[in-house]
């Protein structure tokens, strides 16, 4: 026990140590203004989800889920999505087994029949540059 307790205070010290020295730290990085995130895109982001609906209160998909979920209506294969969004066909899979877990369906037929029921087409309008 008393060797746990020491190494503690060895850690201690050491992080002591560090957090003290007035010299140039080597953990930590300086950012570049090119490398800064912009926090309007962060933003942006986080806000495009798509509602289901009524029918589907507190249900939403994000961006990817809904480009895959639009391209899976088009009656799109799964490789054939992946290529089209620059994904592999494992992501795209995983993709669309969030929406299916969102969803509380267990088949492929049963998402597409409750997305089909929703208002998800109303509030994701399918253009030229979503779908090629």
């Not at 020295?21 to 962060?42: L, S």
């Not at 049963?110 to 029921?117: D, R």
Request: a positive charge; charged letters at 30%; aromatic letters at 10%.
């Amino acid at each position: 026990m008393v060797a746990h307790t020491t190494k503690r205070t060895y850690w201690t010290q050491v992080i002591e140590e560090v957090l003290q020295k007035t010299g140039p730290r080597y953990f930590t990085c300086e950012i570049k203004k090119d490398d800064a995130i912009n926090k309007k895109q962060i933003k942006k982001r986080r806000l495009q989800q798509y509602s289901l609906g009524p029918n589907f209160r507190g249900i939403y998909l994000s961006q990817r889920e809904a480009e895959c979920v639009a391209r899976l209506l088009y009656g799109y294969r799964y490789k054939k999505i992946a290529s089209e969004l620059g994904l592999s066909r494992r992501t795209v899979e995983s993709y669309l087994n969030n929406v299916r877990n969102k969803m509380h369906c267990r088949t492929k037929a049963e998402l597409i029949k409750l997305i089909m029921q929703s208002d998800f087409l109303r509030n994701y309008q399918i253009t030229s540059t979503h779908i090629s």
